[in-house]
């Protein structure tokens, strides 16, 4: 497949090449009227994105160390055609990167007709309990 991961645990068997995807459907609260991200009954672009995500994720289960997981941190993507409510939806990720705790993934979405978008996605790999209680003390510090 191609090199493997730098830097993370070493439990972590991660690839170039590896692959997710994720689907669903479009309904009344994925539209980008509930979103608030236009007014037309269609996929949100908020929603693609997050499909989208959820598909690298996806590409990542059960090759994180224990105590490990992924946050998102970086998303270029281009939403190209409207999808109805209605219609199932999916999204694909395929690993490209992997630099030290860094993971780039090409990201794309389709429709049951076509594909509605397409992008670059970066995850970074973090350790799950270190970075909740450091998130979760941002509280203490907000006035």
């Not at 009227?33 to 269609?42: D, K, L, P, R």
């Not at 270029?76 to 490209?96: D, F």
């Amino acid at each position: 497949m191609g090199k493997e991961s730098e830097g993370m645990s070493d439990q972590a068997k991660l690839e170039i090449g590896m692959r997710g995807t994720a689907g669903g459907q479009v309904d009344p609260g994925n539209t980008a009227i509930a979103m608030g991200s236009g007014e037309v009954e269609v996929f949100a672009t908020p929603a693609v994105v997050a499909l989208m995500e959820a598909a690298a994720v996806q590409c990542l289960q059960g090759h994180l160390a224990p105590g490990e997981t992924s946050v998102g941190i970086r998303m270029e993507m281009t939403h190209t055609a409207a999808t109805p409510v209605g219609m199932k939806v999916r999204a694909e990720a395929v690993l490209e990167k992997i630099e030290g705790r860094l993971l780039s993934f090409e990201v794309t979405a389709f429709d049951a007709v076509e594909k509605i978008g397409e992008g670059k996605h970066e995850r970074a790999v973090v350790q799950k309990e270190r970075f909740v209680s450091r998130v979760l003390g941002k509280r203490d510090m907000a006035p």
